[in-house]
């Protein structure tokens, strides 16, 4: 069973989940934004995705569930359950590694390049893409590279942009399961209506999503066949 891990009701798995339901695979989301719990029992989890949400990591007094999901990610750690992180997914898997989260220098929401390191080619998750890939983006904060850990991609605004702790944990920090209706809700849900700016960075990301759909939808695909790769290895 793979288990997915949100964290608000508009930032669903997207095409993550739609590539793996079509593998045949047993799927389990949980809304910790609900009230939902983590299980305690790892026996029937094969792997795990964290995916994205507005809160940052060190913001568990607000959101005391980050804490439970910080003590579950050391625990998939331990047990070497393969773990993907999106966005949020991968600071909370830094901070569960020893890492500092803060914000960034820089707000990057809308379309970014970002370059793959050279060990990146050959990793699991990663090979199969070129060393520069073009990626969707909607974050304030950034990570530090657990000590433990190894960087995989890099960017102009934002150094950190994927990393791996383990033989089988990665955080990646941009988001690979947007789809164009998922971009839609984000710039309905984190945008202000009356302003103008945002509506027409609104526009130009859609208008991107569309011209690069082909091309953004096989980088996800090599990724999600690379991590269900790691899966059946295990």
């Known amino acids: ?19 793996f339901q079509g ?29 994205g949400g507005p809160m940052n990591v060190y913001e568990e007094q607000k959101f005391p569930f980050l804490k439970e999901e910080d003590l579950f990610i050391k625990e998939t750690l331990k047990k070497q359950i ?6 949020l997914g991968a600071q909370l898997l830094a901070k569960a590694a020893g890492a500092k989260v803060s914000k960034s220098s820089t707000k990057e929401v809308g ?12 990793d699991f998750l990663l090979c199969g893409l070129g ?14 590279v657990p000590q433990s850990g190894t960087l995989l991609a890099t960017g102009p605004n934002c150094p950190h942009q994927a990393f791996k702790v383990g033989k089988c944990a990665y955080g990646i920090q941009f988001h690979i399961e947007v789809t164009e209706a998922i971009i839609n809700d984000w710039c309905k849900a984190y945008f202000n209506s009356q302003d103008k700016e945002k509506q027409l960075l ?33």
């Open 111 to 122: 379309w970014f390049k970002v370059q793959l390191q050279k060990i990146a080619q050959k």
């Open 1 to 19: 069973m793979i288990l997915f891990i949100k964290h608000i009701d508009v930032e669903g798995p997207g095409t993550v989940e739609t590539y």
């Open 82 to 87: 393969p773990f993907l992180g999106i966005c």
């Open 202 to 234: 609104a526009k130009n990301m859609l208008q991107t999503y569309r011209q690069k759909n082909a091309e953004f939808n096989w980088q996800a695909d090599v990724i999600y066949r690379n991590f269900e790769r790691m899966i059946t290895k295990k």
């Open 23 to 51: 593998g045949g695979f047993s799927l389990k989301i949980v809304d910790l934004s609900r009230g939902e719990k983590l299980p305690s029992d790892f026996s029937d989890i094969e792997a795990v995705v964290s995916l």
């Open 131 to 144: 060393p520069e890939i073009t990626v969707f983006q909607w974050h304030e904060d950034t990570f530090d």
